[in-house]
């Protein structure tokens, strides 16, 4: 493998590592790679896991991650049916480090600025548990497609996914958030083991053009942040130009900006500040450049993980030069530009937000169950009146039908966008004019008949106590594959577990056997199923969610 690296990397690398220790780096090319997978604590703790996984017995923990494991080669958690629930997330272990360092506590506003695939914003949202938000951002269309899906896979609810550049969301999120992850596109010279065509790439993402964008998003996201804010920004690669150098530029730019020093622990070693040229370290003061030693490298050589770069920034509490936007309580006002009207057009003829503030003005009219109250506190909803072609009663309707009094939308915001309806973090300033690509908790939307239809992300951000009606099999039930793989399911009616809700508009009665029906592994959810007479269970698992 090492025979593979090209000669202008490893010719660099002896440079700076000098003799002994360049070649144990170069040793740690021949050392298998190891492989991590990591713990969703929004459906479980890693003390439940263990025991409920047949992998839970052989993984061993990763040092540096709250719910990192590795797990060995010959394992295939991607292939097993609680990899569908959602209960954990696939992870090159070294890549858990940047989020553990960024210090993300519940009620935080957190920007993932460059997300895809969503590795970090998953382990962000766990970290959150469900309150503050998550805004979660790549500038690459085809890509948000996988990160969308992997924030839903994991039941996240308080997640925004935009397709912007930087300096679009910094127009919007000026000093906005409490925490920023700057996950940068980088050469990746520290996973040309994982995966050799990066080998390839490396030369196409020449070192030169990846500083140029580095820089310009690192500025960028500088401007985001609050005062008091902490931002980590991480890469997957060794040179310097592309971390240390990086660091120097903001500090120089921002004397705003300080490095919080890490602790070179679980054999991670110290920034490189002295690797920097004269060029790449102007305007900064010795006691500032010297700072930059409190920033992360993480060698394949020292650690059973790929290489990475991490530093951990902070902004003053107290300081000028940002502007915050100000705080938009009322979000339902809002709607798409033409962009955004456009990419919904096909779904919906009507005005979208329209529905909302047409309700707004019939108000008070609806009806107003606990349970009506408890899906959108404070929001429009619960004034809402029910009729036919109206999101919004539509989805009163199906709460109503088919959600337990244990479901809670928090302080979240019902927002229409043509027919799909979202549960949206409350407190965001107004989005107008980005690429939106979830504006929040995307709940379901109405079909053609006027009628609202659940949507996969609702089920994997249920817990199945929300939902009045459950059918729950083991993993190793053969049914639990099937319907992962799509197909029609015979259930008897004792399967099926029905509650008796007095908030549910049924009284304490038992609701009819017959309507949407949480499909559940282990008691975590896998997706909707249609049960209708005859005791045949339709399968509503989207084609891209399905096992292949
Ligand atoms: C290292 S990957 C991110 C991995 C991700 N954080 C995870 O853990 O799954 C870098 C990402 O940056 C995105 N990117 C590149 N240039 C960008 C820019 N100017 N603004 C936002 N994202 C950008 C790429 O599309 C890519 O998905």
């Not at 040092?63 to 991607?78: S, V």
Request: glycine share 10%; net charge neutral; aromatic share 8%.
């Amino acid at each position: 493998m090492a025979g593979f690296l090209p000669l202008a990397f490893t010719d660099k690398m002896k440079k700076l590592l000098g003799g002994k220790e360049y070649e144990r780096f170069i040793d740690s090319y021949r050392a298998p790679r190891v492989y991590g997978l990591r713990i969703n604590r929004l459906k479980l703790n890693t003390e439940h896991w263990r025991r409920l996984s047949p992998l839970g017995e052989a993984v061993r923990p990763i040092p540096w991650a709250e719910d990192g494991f590795y797990y060995g080669e010959g394992e295939r958690p991607g292939k097993h049916p609680h990899y569908h629930a959602g209960l954990y997330y696939i992870q090159e272990p070294s890549a858990m480090a940047p989020v553990e360092l960024l210090d993300v506590q519940p009620g935080h506003r957190v920007l993932d600025l460059c997300a895809a695939p969503g590795g970090k914003s998953t382990q962000i949202a766990g970290k959150l548990q469900g309150s503050g938000v998550i805004v979660s951002n790549d500038n690459a269309r085809e890509r948000t497609k996988a990160l969308a899906k992997n924030i839903e896979l994991a039941g996240v609810r308080n997640a925004v996914v935009l397709n912007e550049e930087p300096a679009a969301l910094a127009r919007v999120f000026g000093g906005w958030f409490d925490r920023i992850l700057v996950d940068a596109p980088c050469s990746g010279e520290g996973m040309f083991r994982k995966d050799e065509s990066m080998i390839a790439e490396w030369e196409k993402h020449s070192i030169e053009r990846c500083s140029v964008m580095q820089r310009s998003i690192l500025k960028d996201a500088a401007q985001m942040l609050a005062p008091g804010g902490k931002l980590v920004y991480s890469t997957c690669t060794f040179s310097p130009e592309e971390n240390e150098a990086q660091i120097a530029l903001l500090l120089a730019e921002h004397p705003e900006f300080e490095v919080i020093p890490l602790m070179p622990q679980f054999g991670w070693t110290s920034g490189r500040p002295d690797w920097l040229a004269a060029a790449e370290t102007a305007g900064l003061s010795a006691e500032r450049l010297a700072s930059i030693a409190g920033t992360v490298r993480l060698w394949p050589q020292n650690i059973e993980g790929e290489g990475h770069y991490a530093a951990l920034l902070q902004r003053k509490a107290a300081c000028e030069g940002y502007i915050r936007v100000p705080e938009a309580d009322v979000v339902f006002e809002q709607e798409f530009r033409p962009a955004q009207e456009e990419k919904f057009k096909h779904r919906s003829g009507k005005d979208n937000g329209n529905a909302l503030r047409a309700a707004e003005k019939r108000g008070g009219s609806g009806k107003d169950s606990k349970l009506s109250k408890k899906a959108g506190k404070g929001s429009a909803m619960s004034r809402l009146s029910e009729t036919a072609a109206d999101p919004m009663a539509a989805w009163y309707a199906f709460a109503e039908a088919h959600l337990s009094s244990a479901f809670e939308a928090g302080t979240s915001r019902l927002q229409a966008y043509g027919s799909r309806i979202y549960l949206q973090p409350q407190g965001l300033p107004p989005l107008d004019g980005l690429r939106v690509i979830r504006a929040g908790w995307f709940i379901g939307e109405l079909n053609g008949r006027g009628v609202f239809e659940p949507s996969q992300p609702l089920a994997m951000g249920l817990r199945r106590e929300e939902a009045l009606r459950t059918l729950n099999w083991s993993a190793n039930d053969p049914n639990a594959v099937r319907y992962l793989k799509g197909e029609t399911l015979f259930v008897e009616p004792p399967e099926l577990n029905v509650i008796a809700d007095e908030e549910n508009g049924n009284g304490v009665e038992t609701p009819p056997l017959k309507g949407y029906v949480l499909v559940c592994v282990d008691g975590y959810p896998l997706g909707w199923g249609k049960y209708a007479d005859g005791g045949m269970l339709k399968n509503e698992l989207p084609a891209g969610w399905r096992l292949i």
